[in-house]
């Protein structure tokens, strides 16, 4: 069973993959301006609470109950219980729409990295458009559009067809390191131009005064951009965890990858916000800040060669960021055909199933694609957005207003934050943190500590804390 099924050759491969699930679009987009938007350092401190109170235990937890009945996500809620089964379809389900929008952003990620380096060769990258202009461009060229994602859902392919330790982790072993480096160019070449301070104010001066005037709405932003940045919630980290063996010790890796997740998207705060600024760009939220703004800092505001040098590295290690997070949710969706394979007694074809999987996302993604990420038909693209189809014209719900926000909240809006809720209720009321522990000792010479804290946190507080992320999601989408 192992074998059909694959483990990981080493703790530090293991460890780039996980934490290459972690960082991802939402450590690079989401965290700076959000940290900003809600009180800077005061954000970072509810943020780490988050962490090490909901983040570890929920990491913990899902690695714990992976590794143990060695199954992905179906396979795992089906061996503790018949009518827990669902909640891994739910997990399965999740990383299948996030990936179909996931890869159409990854594919647009592509666009610009090819378009700053076909300008360090001297060609025209952007069709001689500004920021704004193009992405509007860009985003309603349908055959465009869809070429890249395809591109980008065929490297998944690649990777992931490849196997645990052969593809993705002899991928992210590289990636990784790489990415780190390039981020480390970048805060370093941004912290050098005149004018960054005020970015670096923006993202970390603490305002506490927010924690007593808009508490709520702190917690619901750091709570939610917390479980998403650690890929939990949808049993990612329980198929990851499936392939580790029982000589790796959870008890660190539960602390190692939130941390190192953590110390990325703070870096991104103190590479993006800082470039914003120092070039004049005002600090905007959600896909503007990638493509439009970002995008303008270095072919406009930078400029000339170092423009399209730093231009290039940055959508580089965007691109490497979002692949070792997309792979992440291909394999969650690849695991459950293998291991449903494997239980009919058949030897499982991880190449055909990634990729008979895969094509079925991308078909589910091709409206994300073509609707000009919210402009709709009115706005020049082929498609319209789902609010069109519904009939609905007035006070837009965000649930509606384009097919990747559609996506998102059937995902990341409802399924996931459940999920994560089930789980540490299956875990502290159901089966018992015991459970968890026992998956733990099973390392010679290793502990759980805190173990008291930790039942606390699966009983009573992450529980708690994914409803109020469920409520603030249902609010922010409807
Ligand atoms: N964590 C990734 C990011 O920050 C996204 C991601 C990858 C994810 N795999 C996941 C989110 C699984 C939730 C669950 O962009």
Same mark, same amino acid.
């Given at each position: 069973?192992?074998?059909?099924?694959?483990?990981?050759?080493?703790?530090?491969?293991?460890?780039?993959?996980?934490?290459?699930?972690?960082?991802?679009?939402? !450590?690079?987009?989401?965290?700076?301006?959000?940290?900003?938007?809600?009180?800077?350092?005061?954000?970072?401190?509810?943020? =780490? %609470?988050?962490? #090490?109170?909901?983040?570890?235990?929920?990491?913990?937890?899902? =690695?714990? $109950?992976?590794?143990?009945?060695?199954?992905?996500?179906?396979?795992?809620?089906?061996?503790?219980?018949?009518?827990?089964?669902?909640?891994?379809?739910?997990?399965?389900?999740?990383?299948?729409?996030? %990936?179909?929008?996931?890869?159409?952003?990854?594919?647009?990620? +592509?666009?610009?990295?090819?378009?700053?380096?076909?300008?360090?060769?001297?060609?025209?990258?952007?069709?001689?458009?500004?920021?704004?202009?193009?992405?509007?461009?860009? *985003?309603?060229?349908?055959?465009?559009?869809?070429?890249?994602?395809?591109?980008?859902?065929?490297?998944?392919?690649?990777?992931?067809?490849?196997?645990?330790?052969?593809?993705?982790?002899?991928?992210?072993?590289?990636?990784?390191?790489?990415?780190?480096?390039?981020?480390?160019?970048?805060?370093?070449?941004?912290?050098?131009?005149?004018?960054?301070?005020?970015?670096?104010?923006?993202?970390?001066?603490?305002?506490?005064?927010?924690?007593?005037?808009?508490?709520?709405?702190? +917690?619901? *932003?750091?709570?939610?951009?917390?479980?998403?940045?650690?890929? =939990?919630?949808?049993?990612?980290?329980? *198929?990851?965890?499936?392939? %580790?063996?029982?000589?790796?010790? /959870?008890?660190? !890796?539960?602390?190692?990858?939130? #941390?190192?997740?953590?110390? @990325?998207?703070?870096?991104?705060?103190?590479?993006? /916000?800082?470039?914003?600024?120092?070039?004049?760009?005002?600090?905007?939220?959600?896909?503007?800040?990638?493509?439009?703004?970002?995008?303008?800092?270095?072919?406009?505001?930078?400029?000339?060669?170092?423009?399209? %040098?730093?231009?290039? /590295? @940055?959508?580089? /290690?965007?691109? $490497?960021?979002?692949?070792?997070?997309?792979?992440?949710?291909?394999?969650?969706? *690849?695991?459950? $055909?293998?291991?449903?394979?494997?239980?009919?007694?058949?030897?499982?074809?991880?190449?055909?199933?990634?990729?008979?999987?895969?094509?079925?996302?991308?078909?589910?993604?091709?409206?994300?694609?073509?609707?000009?990420?919210?402009?709709?038909?009115?706005?020049?693209?082929?498609?319209?957005?789902?609010?069109? @189809?519904?009939?609905?014209?007035? !006070?837009?719900?965000?649930?509606?207003?384009?097919?990747?926000?559609?996506?998102?909240?059937?995902?990341?809006?409802?399924?996931?934050?459940?999920?994560?809720?089930?789980?540490?209720?299956?875990?502290?009321?159901?089966?018992?943190?015991?459970?968890?522990?026992?998956?733990?000792?099973?390392?010679?010479?290793?502990?759980?500590?805190?173990?008291?804290?930790?039942?606390?946190?699966?009983?009573? #507080?992450?529980?708690?804390?994914?409803?109020?992320?469920?409520?603030?999601?249902?609010?922010?989408?409807?």
């Amino acid at each position: 069973m192992e074998e059909q099924r694959g483990q990981w050759g080493s703790t530090f491969g293991f460890l780039m993959a996980a934490i290459g699930s972690a960082v991802g679009l939402g !450590n690079i987009w989401g965290f700076p301006y959000k940290m900003g938007k809600c009180g800077g350092g005061a954000f970072l401190l509810v943020y =780490l %609470l988050l962490v #090490i109170f909901v983040g570890f235990a929920t990491m913990l937890g899902e =690695l714990a $109950l992976g590794r143990k009945y060695g199954r992905g996500a179906v396979g795992t809620y089906a061996a503790i219980g018949k009518k827990w089964t669902w909640v891994g379809y739910m997990g399965v389900a999740s990383g299948f729409f996030i %990936l179909a929008f996931y890869s159409v952003l990854g594919g647009m990620v +592509l666009r610009y990295m090819i378009g700053f380096i076909m300008q360090i060769f001297g060609g025209s990258g952007f069709e001689g458009l500004g920021g704004g202009d193009f992405f509007g461009s860009f *985003t309603t060229n349908a055959a465009g559009m869809m070429a890249y994602y395809a591109i980008f859902m065929a490297v998944n392919i690649i990777i992931v067809a490849g196997g645990i330790e052969g593809g993705i982790e002899k991928f992210t072993k590289i990636a990784m390191p790489a990415l780190a480096a390039i981020l480390i160019v970048v805060i370093i070449y941004v912290a050098c131009q005149p004018g960054a301070g005020e970015g670096y104010k923006f993202a970390f001066v603490p305002d506490f005064s927010i924690l007593t005037t808009d508490f709520f709405t702190v +917690l619901k *932003t750091a709570a939610g951009q917390m479980f998403f940045s650690l890929s =939990l919630g949808m049993g990612c980290m329980i *198929t990851y965890g499936s392939y %580790l063996g029982k000589e790796q010790n /959870l008890e660190s !890796n539960m602390i190692i990858i939130p #941390i190192a997740d953590t110390c @990325f998207a703070i870096c991104a705060a103190m590479a993006v /916000l800082p470039a914003c600024a120092a070039f004049g760009q005002e600090y905007g939220a959600g896909p503007g800040l990638l493509f439009i703004t970002l995008h303008e800092v270095f072919n406009v505001g930078m400029g000339g060669f170092i423009g399209n %040098l730093m231009g290039f /590295l @940055f959508y580089f /290690l965007v691109f $490497l960021a979002a692949i070792t997070s997309s792979i992440s949710l291909l394999e969650v969706c *690849t695991a459950y $055909l293998i291991d449903k394979q494997i239980e009919k007694g058949k030897e499982p074809d991880r190449k055909k199933l990634t990729i008979t999987i895969a094509a079925i996302i991308f078909l589910v993604g091709i409206p994300v694609a073509l609707d000009g990420l919210g402009a709709g038909r009115a706005g020049g693209a082929v498609l319209d957005i789902p609010a069109t @189809f519904l009939g609905v014209t007035e !006070n837009i719900p965000m649930a509606i207003d384009c097919w990747l926000d559609f996506y998102d909240c059937i995902s990341e809006g409802i399924m996931m934050p459940l999920g994560a809720a089930i789980m540490s209720i299956i875990i502290g009321w159901v089966i018992g943190t015991k459970v968890v522990a026992d998956e733990v000792a099973e390392t010679p010479g290793v502990k759980l500590r805190a173990v008291a804290i930790m039942d606390i946190c699966f009983k009573f #507080i992450v529980p708690a804390i994914m409803v109020v992320v469920l409520i603030a999601q249902i609010q922010d989408f409807f």
